[in-house]
């Protein structure tokens, strides 16, 4: 069974560019998450998709950033204009049931300069 | 404001010996307390997790201790090994009520190392 993927594996852009993450979660689950870590700070939630619904997108930073799941498969996630805080290591997970062990993809390592 | 704070920030640990890794949470609402460990390069992996019902959980060499009315629990890795050299986060999620989101609050991570 394939695990979690994420695309591109790092990404390096200027400030004010536009990046856009994708992940695809394991086949056949329903919720997706995305999460962030910030150079020493602790993972931080950014939202959760149910199939392609948005279930909880608390975490979002600010309105630069857009998340999508299309046909409640893959998901981007679209950080539009990028600023230098951005930067950090975007995860993705998933899970069968909201109750279920959440897996993690390899994540993608974003750098804004 | 931090939910979950996770004590140290790294750890160097010779080979054999005992890694201990401590977290404190606030939210009473938390109910599932997973610990997952980061390899370079990968993701977090669920390595071993614990509900408030029990007091320690124990796979082979990993073992979390809970203690409920401290709001602590925390991760021990007895005959601690190099390849055990890795980040972990524990990490904290509520109660599963039927609605709304289910995410994993996290603390800062311990990177430790085993040194042969």
């Known amino acids: 069974e394939a695990g979690v993927t994420q695309f591109p594996s790092h990404s390096v852009i200027e400030k004010g560019q536009t990046v856009t993450l994708r992940c695809d979660p394991i086949?056949?689950?329903?919720?997706l998450y995305w999460y962030r870590r910030v150079m020493g700070k602790e993972i931080k939630f950014l939202l959760h998709?149910?199939?392609?619904?948005?279930?909880?997108e608390s975490g979002m930073p600010n309105n630069r950033f857009l998340a999508e799941r299309t046909g409640g498969t893959y998901s981007t996630l679209k950080v539009q204009p990028a600023e230098l805080e951005d930067s950090g290591v975007y995860f993705c997970?998933?899970?069968?049931?909201?109750?279920?062990?959440?897996?993690f993809g390899p994540g993608t390592r974003l750098t804004v300069l | 404001q931090q939910q979950v704070k996770q004590s140290p920030q790294s750890l160097i640990v010779q080979k054999g010996g005992i890694s201990i890794i401590n977290c404190a949470y606030e939210?009473?609402?938390?109910?599932?307390f997973p610990w997952y460990q980061q390899f370079p390069g990968k993701g977090p992996a669920l390595l071993i997790a614990?509900?408030?019902?029990?007091s320690e959980k124990k796979e082979g060499r990993f073992t979390i201790s809970f203690n409920k009315s401290a709001k602590q629990f925390s991760l021990h890795i007895m005959d601690s090994q190099p390849g055990d050299s890795a980040t972990y986060f524990c990490?904290?999620?509520?109660?599963?009520?039927?609605?709304?989101?289910?995410?994993?609050?996290f603390g800062k991570g311990t990177k430790l190392s085993v040194i042969p």
């Open positions: 997970a998933s899970s069968q049931d909201v109750v279920d062990t959440q897996y």
């Open positions: 086949s056949g689950h329903d919720n």
């Open positions: 998709f149910v199939k392609e619904s948005k279930q909880d």
């Open positions: 939210n009473t609402a938390f109910d599932y």
């Open positions: 614990i509900r408030p019902d029990v």
């Open positions: 990490a904290a999620r509520p109660a599963y009520s039927g609605a709304g989101s289910y995410q994993l609050t």
